[in-house]
């Protein structure tokens, strides 16, 4: 009885595990790698950075990092609040719009669209351009993540870089549907932004 009801609990809120691999669980042989322009660099925020004002916010936790490497010079904390405000409690299905306007306060342009197509998701991080992304581990159990590069092997596999809004300074990997389900992969351009030449 105590397994079934442990299955029925992982079914609707998840194992708490979204399948993010560091980078130790990945296979040993060859392969590329590429990171958005400014991704290593950058000092990205995490959900308990705003526990104290915030519940549920890996939504408004990732769009803030998005600002914070999209857009020079900005308060992290007035920049969250901004998004917080917009995206509000999770979950929450779609905030693109919600994203977008938030830069246009700042005087910005962003594009954006949607796809859970692992190669169009692949191009726009080549194209330089950050995604995030919706997971699910259960019925009620999803999460915000930003995917900010890419690994691929001689074979083909292939994982997405990704922040996962709780660890600081530390980067996972993300094989699309492996340990959660890809719901939405929503890919950002800032107008005016280059494309990565290398």
């Known amino acids: 009885m105590k ?27 060859p392969f590329t ?4 322009t400014g991704a290593l660099d950058q000092k990205f925020i995490v959900t308990s950075d705003h526990n104290d004002i915030a519940k549920n916010h ?13 857009l020079d010079k900005v308060d992290q904390s007035e920049l969250f ?3 917080y405000e917009k995206i509000g409690q999770g979950p929450v299905i779609l905030i693109g719009k919600k994203i977008s306007d938030v830069f246009k306060t700042y005087g910005k342009s962003l594009c954006y669209y ?11 991080l080549k194209d330089n351009s950050m995604a995030i992304l919706l997971l699910a581990s259960g019925i009620f159990a999803w999460h915000y ?7 691929i092997y001689e074979d083909g596999e292939s994982y997405l870089i990704i922040q996962d809004g709780w660890h600081k300074n530390k980067f996972f990997y993300y094989k699309i549907n492996q340990g959660s389900l890809l719901l939405a992969a929503t890919i950002y351009k800032l107008e005016g932004r280059l494309k990565d030449d290398q």
């Open 145 to 151: 993540v930003m995917a900010l590069g890419y690994r």
């Open 114 to 124: 949607r796809t859970r197509n692992l190669e169009k998701i692949l191009a726009g």
């Open 81 to 83: 609040a901004a998004m």
């Open 3 to 29: 397994k079934i009801f442990e299955k029925i609990k992982s079914l609707f809120l998840g194992r708490g595990d979204y399948g993010f691999l560091d980078e130790q669980s990945l296979p040993k042989v």
């Open 58 to 70: 890996c939504g408004a936790t990732a769009a803030t990092n998005l600002g914070l490497l999209y």
């Open 33 to 36: 790698e590429k990171f958005i």
